[in-house]
């Protein structure tokens, strides 16, 4: 079984200082590893993925994820937060190479960013 | 269309009642995915159609849920017999190319009350 953890409900910052989310993994096999960001009233929204590669991985808006496998972690980070990316975080995992929409969520992470 | 579109947007029904949420995916995609979002946690997959077909229903969570896609565009989530522990936003998402391009567009979801 898979599962993804996010240990923090909240994660307040000031604006223009470094913001990280938290998120780590159990998978039995190769981890397949998303990022989705709810803004109010809107849809969830695709970051970025990890699937293979460089652990270093780029997504939209300036967001980016580190992948650590002695970890087991996928921190979702961003090196100066603004305002408008006050939202709710889901870090995400797939069991399946060819199914990368059948995702196991977290239970989200809510980020405040304050001016 | 320019983008996943669920309709309705909210419904209020009485326990017991039949209701049905469509989802109308972005033009093209044939991977279409319906995932229940409660309040406070992530969301969870319900049911995912390849094409017309449902390729994995693992996540209905009993009979009373069923979904169809019979054109291989517009699906349907269908509940009989709603029970108030049905209430949950009910999120449909599509992916391009088969599923495995790891990226799914979500709607803005249906939010159900069942009194």
């Known amino acids: 079984a898979q599962s993804v953890a996010q240990p923090e409900d909240q994660v307040n910052v000031a604006e223009g200082n470094p913001l990280t989310v938290k998120c780590t993994y159990s998978?039995?096999?190769?981890?397949?590893l998303f990022w989705y960001v709810q803004y109010p009233n809107r849809g969830l929204q695709f970051l970025l993925k990890?699937?293979?590669?460089?652990?270093l991985v780029k997504g939209s808006y300036g967001f980016e994820a580190e992948f650590n496998k002695s970890q087991t972690s996928f921190h979702l980070k961003k090196p100066s937060a603004l305002v408008s990316d006050s939202a709710l975080y889901f870090c995400?995992?797939?069991?399946?190479?060819?199914?990368?929409?059948?995702?196991?969520f977290g239970a989200g992470t809510q980020v405040v960013v304050t001016p | 269309g320019a983008g996943v579109s669920q309709t309705p947007s909210n419904k209020v029904t009485e326990k017991g009642k039949y209701v049905e949420l469509r989802c109308d995916p972005i033009?093209?995609?044939?991977?279409l995915y319906w995932y229940r979002q409660s309040l406070g946690q992530g969301p969870e997959f319900l049911i995912y159609?390849?094409?017309?077909?449902?390729?994995?229903d693992s996540g209905l969570p009993n009979d009373r849920f069923f979904a169809v896609r019979p054109e291989g565009s517009v699906s349907t989530l269908k509940i009989q017999r709603t029970e108030r522990g049905d209430s949950a936003m009910y999120l449909c998402?599509?992916?391009?190319?088969?599923?495995?391009?790891?990226?799914?567009?979500f709607g803005e979801g249906s939010r159900l009350t069942v009194l």
């Open positions: 033009s093209g995609h044939t991977a």
């Open positions: 159609f390849q094409g017309t077909g449902a390729a994995d």
């Open positions: 990890y699937i293979t590669g460089d652990n």
């Open positions: 998978v039995s096999g190769n981890p397949y």
């Open positions: 995400a995992v797939s069991p399946e190479l060819d199914s990368w929409g059948k995702l196991q």
């Open positions: 998402a599509s992916m391009a190319s088969g599923g495995n391009t790891g990226e799914l567009f």
